[in-house]
């Protein structure tokens, strides 16, 4: 895109002609081959997530969240419910189709209509969907609701920048590396350093088609095995 300059010769951008504040995304539910995302509610879907997440045994899922573990089930139904009146997040419950139960969570945040910039984030995926077809899936259906049916300029994803794993599905998610914003916070006693993702509209489109050519059914075998990863995909 051609920069502008301002009648002095200084640079200002390229003009975003025709824009208008966007929407805060809506509650309707996002389905599926592999999950179905939809609002979270404590009474419908706590005893599942803690049941799920109770197979993570040693509490790996936790180590970079700023919540968890916690002590029991009151304990995280306490905390779900704290979250849900967060007016900042819009938090999601990811449905595994396979058992048709609640197996992880994921939030939009940090939402700016007037800008068209949305986070994704308050990511915690418990064992069933870690590494699965849902997991990939669920981030899909989020994306392509903010871009595709909200029509959102930007995209982002933050985490711990020591959090290799979380920073490894950002860029199989096809999420650009931005930079790492040093001592950004202190989480459980810790400094964290904040590693920033974003997509922007611009990419999408290939992003999408990497997704959907994942997706498709013709991309996994018998058994399940995927034939092309996501990650030579969105490397294209």
Avoid at 27 to 36: I, L, N
Avoid at 153 to 168: D, F, H
């Amino acid at each position: 895109m051609t920069e502008h300059t301002n009648p002095l010769g200084q640079p200002i951008g390229f003009p975003v002609e025709g824009w208008t504040a966007r929407t805060r995304p809506q509650s309707a539910p996002m389905t599926g081959r592999f999950c179905r995302v939809e609002p979270l509610d404590a009474g419908r879907h706590a005893a599942e997530l803690y049941a799920a997440n109770s197979e993570d045994r040693e509490g790996r899922m936790w180590t970079y969240l700023p919540w968890g573990p916690y002590a029991g089930f009151d304990d995280y139904l306490a905390a779900i419910e704290a979250g849900l009146r967060r007016e900042d997040f819009i938090t999601h419950a990811v449905i595994d189709e396979a058992s048709g139960k609640a197996a992880g969570v994921a939030s939009y945040l940090n939402i700016n209509p007037a800008a068209g910039s949305i986070e994704v984030g308050g990511i915690a995926y418990s064992p069933a969907l870690q590494r699965k077809p849902a997991g990939t899936e669920a981030m899909y259906l989020m994306m392509r609701r903010v871009f595709d049916e909200l029509g959102y300029r930007r995209y982002e994803w933050k985490c711990n920048a020591l959090n290799a794993p979380s920073r490894a599905a950002a860029e199989r998610y096809g999420f650009r590396f931005e930079g790492i914003f040093r001592q950004a916070d202190i989480v459980k006693g810790h400094n964290r350093d904040t590693a920033w993702f974003s997509i922007v509209d611009s990419e999408w489109p290939a992003i999408k088609a990497a997704f959907e050519r994942w997706l498709d059914p013709a991309n996994f075998a018998d058994d399940g095995r995927q034939r092309v990863s996501l990650s030579a995909l969105t490397a294209r």
